[in-house]
């Protein structure tokens, strides 16, 4: 009688004559990228350092291309953004200490918009681990614990056998939903040591699937064919679970209007029957979904920004569809469904009714028009204006990636992402310098489009150093960089709380000159000729720089209004 735990998978006599004849030459640091190739990893970003050379030299043995920036957090962004255009856990290989601490912004940012990068650091000598002060350069007590409160997971290697696996069970974690960063790291010497294991060939690392308990999709699916006025928030999670088709045939079933996070900017089309589009701080968006009966969250853990600052306070039924089980129910009371969006939304769209409502349509093109009429009693033409052009500009299907930057909030409101996929910005942790490095990621993903990066000038001076790497890989990305002479937002707010603003003034660069100091072309623009002048270069194959000194203006708060 055989049982399955007696089973063993036999290696081929291929594999096994290829196990006996070992080649000689090799180090940990093979075994690290022989195994990234294994999981079907082709490119890596990162940055080297004296304890992590034996992982950088082993690139040169192996068939993965190796992307350099000049910043570690930089390399971080553009990992992420490689994770987002492709799916794929994008490796970012960094050094002890000093490198590996500079990556940590980015890696807050890939954990809050749940981007999958597979960070492999190395690490002091082995015989340094546990926390001894052995004076070793870059030595940490515990360099594992500076991620362990910002990545899924943490992986210590501390000998050669456990490389394979080690980096398995991150690349399993980094694509299992909720995507994530995930943390690895390798000793020097055992990076260094010559290894006599054999090629690493087959590697498993199958990422797990996370399905609904049907009971509780049975209950919201009945909720949701009974509404009378149904609606639905529709967050990052359905543009990475690659499920906005499944949302518009839902949406569609039930007459609900949409909303979107901007997070999930492209999970609904903009220009829907059915779409709220993404103003969601603005009063009028949060008073039509707080007057929802039955309201579909999914993807979104209704957080700061996608409750209008949690000024939000829903009077119906609340089903949220979260596969991040720390976000289910953490702002709202809710029939909570731990599940990935798309397994999801597709038990639903089996188990819903039909529902007739003529009037939905109607409804939304009364909100649009209510904010629209708001927007323009502000007269903020320009930023309108200049928002407008910046989407004429930009061909269909081409991704944008935006810094912390005036004219990036407008578009998270205010922007057609046509498409999908194309959308990008750093709203989830909120750091400065994410738009450029992050738009040489997606170049590297995705050569077939231009990429579009905007920034500001406070923003912009995060990232110069990059204009090396996107003149070196020759990397088809233009960035804009909206010049106003220092941290706009920030003087705003300011000059709003407090009747002046300070420490807000840059002293900065001429931007052209500098880009064309890297041999990157670079041009002056006007509100007049943005248009012009960005299609220009966007049509134009590798980077370029446009930039537009602009004073911008936000539009204002409504979360900061006294209700009745």
């Known amino acids: 009688m055989t049982h399955d735990h007696d089973l063993v998978l036999r290696p081929t006599a291929a594999q096994t004559e290829a196990a006996l004849n070992t080649p000689t030459g090799r180090n940990g640091g093979d075994l690290v990228v022989e195994t990234l190739a294994g999981l079907g990893a082709t490119t890596v970003f990162g940055l080297p350092g004296q304890h992590a050379l034996g992982m950088f030299d082993a690139l040169r043995r192996s068939t993965l291309r190796y992307v350099g920036l000049r910043v570690e957090n930089n390399a971080g962004f553009a990992a992420d953004a490689y994770g987002r255009i492709t799916g794929e856990a994008a490796p970012l290989l960094l050094s002890t200490g ?8 980015a890696l807050q940012e890939a954990a809050a918009a749940s981007a999958p990068v597979l960070a492999i650091s190395s690490q002091i000598p082995a015989a340094g681990l546990g926390g001894g002060r052995h004076g070793y350069l870059h030595e940490l007590p515990d360099q594992s614990a500076s991620f362990r409160g910002v990545v899924k997971s943490v992986h210590t290697v501390r000998t050669q056998s456990q490389i394979p696996s080690a980096i398995a069970q991150a690349w399993k974690s980094a694509l299992t939903a909720p995507h994530g960063p ?4 390798i000793p020097q010497d055992v990076l260094l040591a010559e290894t006599a294991l054999p090629v690493v060939t087959a590697v498993d690392a199958t990422p797990e699937d996370l399905p609904p308990r049907p009971e509780l999709t049975a209950v919201a699916a009945d909720l949701l064919s009974k509404a009378s006025r149904p609606a639905v928030i529709a967050g990052g999670g359905v543009v990475r679970a690659d499920a906005a088709g499944k949302l518009r045939r839902l949406a569609e079933k039930l007459n609900a209007p949409v909303v979107t996070t901007f997070g999930g900017k492209g999970a609904f089309p903009w220009e829907h029957p059915l779409s709220l589009q993404s103003w969601l701080e603005d009063r009028h968006t949060t008073d039509f979904l707080e007057d929802a009966d039955v309201l ?4 979104s853990g209704l957080g700061e920004l996608s409750s209008n600052y949690h000024t939000f306070k829903p009077r119906g039924r609340v089903i949220q569809i979260e596969a991040d089980l720390g976000k289910l129910e953490s702002n709202h009371p809710a029939l909570g469904i731990h599940a990935d969006a798309r397994l999801a939304l597709q038990a639903l769209l089996e188990t819903v009714s039909e529902r007739e409502d003529a009037s939905a349509p109607e409804r939304v093109r009364a909100v649009l028009a209510r904010v629209a009429e708001r927007i323009a009693a502000q ?8 928002l407008a052009s910046v989407r004429r500009a930009l061909p269909a299907g081409a991704p944008s990636f935006w810094d912390m930057t005036i004219l990036a909030y407008w578009a998270w409101s205010a922007f057609d992402p046509r498409g999908t996929n194309t959308m990008h910005s750093a709203q989830g942790a ?57 941290y706009g937002i920030l003087r705003e707010y300011m000059t709003d709380a407090f009747g002046q603003a300070t420490a807000t003034e840059l002293t900065r660069p001429d931007y ?3 880009a064309e100091s890297f041999g990157v072309p670079g041009v002056r623009t006007t509100p007049d000729t943005l248009e012009e002048d960005l299609t220009k270069a966007l049509a134009e194959p590798g980077p370029s720089v446009v930039v537009l000194p602009a004073v911008l ?7 900061l209004e006294v209700r009745a």
């Open 98 to 105: 000093p490198g590996a601490l500079t990556s940590l912004a």
């Open 182 to 185: 995930v943390w690895v790291e």
């Open 379 to 386: 007269e903020l033409t320009l930023e309108q204006r200049l």
């Open 553 to 559: 203006r936000m539009f204002a708060p409504t979360h």
């Open 430 to 486: 909120g750091g400065l310098g994410y738009g450029f490095p992050a738009a040489l990621g997606a170049a590297v993903a995705d050569p077939t489009h231009p990429v579009l990066a905007v920034s500001g000038d406070g923003g912009a001076l995060y990232s110069i150093a990059e204009l090396a790497t996107a003149r070196q890989y020759d990397l088809n990305v233009t960035w804009l960089i909206v010049d106003d002479g220092g």
């Open 296 to 299: 579909l969250v999914v993807g």
């Open 512 to 514: 052209v000159a500098l």
